[in-house]
């Protein structure tokens, strides 16, 4: 067993995650007679890390942690490090030799992660108030493995469902509702628009609120390109390098809405059509907000930081 107690952070959801990883880690060393799972585990490997990351992030945001930038570009880091691991793992034709380096090279970065730059934001955790820490929120994860379930209900109170669907697929089930605060970026007034899109998202995934249906897809065809539009003028403010790809991804989406809303229109609101637009802009949005809006972010933030300086 790659965990213990060393590891122990004292913030319920974080242990818990962290314990889930060290599981699945540890499964990569034993997995020579059962070379089929490893892909599946891989999987699991990269969207895991991505969802946990996104998780303790959203815990420097809300708790104003000083030191969350160095933080995400240290997960930022380790993201491109697994991505590269996977591919030269698959150029090396699923050589197990390969694996077994990727392995202890995940597991002495986490290692090193866990006990230093985490143990920092612990520290800086446990100094709130207990008002304040009562008030933060995070996302439920119903992915995490069998293997750690009762940790993760030891330490969360969670009772975690668990079926015999592959991990990936669990990771990346819809949540109850659209938003989560994994998706703050940092930035009020951008943040404060993504919770209204995904707000109005929520709206029409509730079959009981078909005699809003019409509404909602009105205010959301002016309201996101308002939303784009606000985001382009922050890149142009802050002369983002990667501003003319953004706008692009802007432009492609706002296409494939119009063109499923006008289907929308031209079905009566049939609640199947209704279902694919929501899926697709749930979809869209979760993963731009998630990756690009959150690129955008980093770079901004560090240089409204610099300006202070």
């Not at 996977?86 to 090279?105: C, F, I, Q, V």
């Not at 031209?266 to 609640?271: A, M, Q, T």
């Amino acid at each position: 067993m790659l965990w213990s107690n060393v590891f122990q952070c004292n913030i319920p959801h974080i242990d818990a995650q962290h314990r889930a990883l060290f599981d699945q880690i540890e499964k990569l060393g034993t997995m020579h007679g059962n070379i089929a799972r490893i892909p599946e585990t891989l999987d699991f490997l990269e969207t895991y890390t991505s969802e946990h990351f996104s998780d303790e992030e959203s815990l420097h945001h809300q708790t104003r942690f000083p030191r969350a930038l160095e933080h995400q570009r240290q997960h930022q880091a380790f993201t491109r490090q697994i991505k590269k691991m996977r591919k030269d793992y698959n150029a090396s034709g699923h050589n197990l030799s390969t694996l077994m380096e990727m392995n202890h090279a995940i597991v002495e970065w986490l290692k090193n992660h866990i006990l230093s730059t985490d143990k920092l934001f612990v520290d800086f955790y446990h100094s709130l108030p207990g008002e304040t820490k009562r008030g933060l929120r995070l996302p439920h994860r119903p992915w995490i493995p069998e293997s750690s379930q009762s940790f993760y209900q030891e330490v969360t109170g969670i009772r975690v469902k668990n079926d015999s669907s592959p991990a990936l697929k669990s990771a990346t089930s819809v949540l109850s509702s659209a938003w989560s605060d994994a998706m703050l970026c940092g930035i009020p007034v951008i943040d404060a628009q993504h919770q209204e899109l995904f707000h109005q998202i929520d709206i029409l995934r509730d079959r009981r609120n078909k005699d809003r249906i019409s509404g909602v897809l009105r205010f959301l065809a002016d309201y996101v390109i308002k939303h784009f539009n606000d985001e382009e003028s922050l890149h142009l403010k802050s002369r983002y390098p990667q501003a003319a790809e953004h706008r692009k991804l802007h432009e492609n989406f706002i296409k494939t809405f119009q063109a499923l809303k006008a289907k929308c229109d031209s079905s009566e609101g049939e609640l199947s059509t209704i279902l694919e637009l929501n899926k697709v802009v749930y979809e869209w949005l979760r993963e731009h907000v998630l990756k690009i809006d959150k690129q955008f972010a980093t770079y901004y933030l560090a240089r409204e930081e610099n300006k202070q300086g």
